[in-house]
């Protein structure tokens, strides 16, 4: 029993004297972006699914089975989460493409209902969809006591692991650091793949950092959940986005509701016509001012208006 206690306390200060990366979503100096951040210029369109285990130590539980591919696909918190289950892995595309641009380039949003309960997965991006490249990851999260089915990390143990922060908060990857790769054309990404960390302590099914340590998240988690949850990733550089931004000067005119559902009505512009536009710069309407337009067949996600009386525009959400 004091064993047991020294190695605990140990193991605690150890990873509190090595924690050394963002802290959560709540905190200063954190990274974490916003579901609503005005950087986010584009979702994922299209994803594919290889289903892992709702736990690799006992197979015959089956595969993990929450949601489904369109869950990952728009704005974050609006379509649901699907499950990878033990070393599950899904790649998800872009028609927007990624480049490497300033700062952050994209963000990987899972559906942790806390900010220390966090479920982690590898990411990995390709030009190709053949040849991809993984983000050198980093856990100090001790690795000799493993975090049980509701276990706890420090968000600041971990670093370039998607999860790292609670819902509604993506954890953002810089595609400079990968700047050394081959096979891959930082500036025209389309793919985006994440593989599950199985968080088991044992040699037999544990994933590892990019240091060989072994990384220890909650495990095992055997509910049809299983699993890292994606929630949505956002690009913040695109390649072929809308290339115009919100007009910095203050608005004559607005919109509302923002974010909005069935439909937008204009305020303060008469009789002004307006563009609605999509992630791609693709007029999809064009209405006056006094005009309510419908959005209901809207997909869930970013568009723009665009006044053509004084040529500003606004971002507005479709959830």
Sequence with gaps: MKKNLFLL???????FLMAQFAPPASQPGSTAIAKDDIRITA???????????????DTSLGHATVGNTNAALG????????????????????????????????AVFENSFQEDFLELAFVEVSSDGIHFVRFPSTSYTQDTIQKDTFGLIDARSINNLAGKYKAGFGTPFDLEELEDSINIDLNDIVHVKLIDVCGSVNVDYASYDQFGHIINDP???PFPSSGFDLDAIAVLNAKYGLGIHESDAPHSWTAYPNPFKESITMRGADMNLFELLNSF??????FNASESINTSTLTKGLYLLHNKQDNTYMKVIKE
Aim: aromatic share 12%.
């Design 9 to 15: 306390i140990f193991c605690s200060i150890h990873c």
């Design 43 to 57: 979702w994922a369109t299209a994803c594919t699914i290889e289903r892992g285990w709702l736990n690799i130590a």
């Design 75 to 106: 704005m974050a918190l609006s379509n649901g989460v699907i499950s990878l289950g033990d070393k599950g892995s899904i790649t998800c595309s872009f028609l927007s493409g990624i480049v490497n641009g300033p700062g952050y380039d994209f």
């Design 281 to 286: 710069g693709q007029v999809l309407s064009t």
């Design 219 to 221: 495990w095992p988690t």
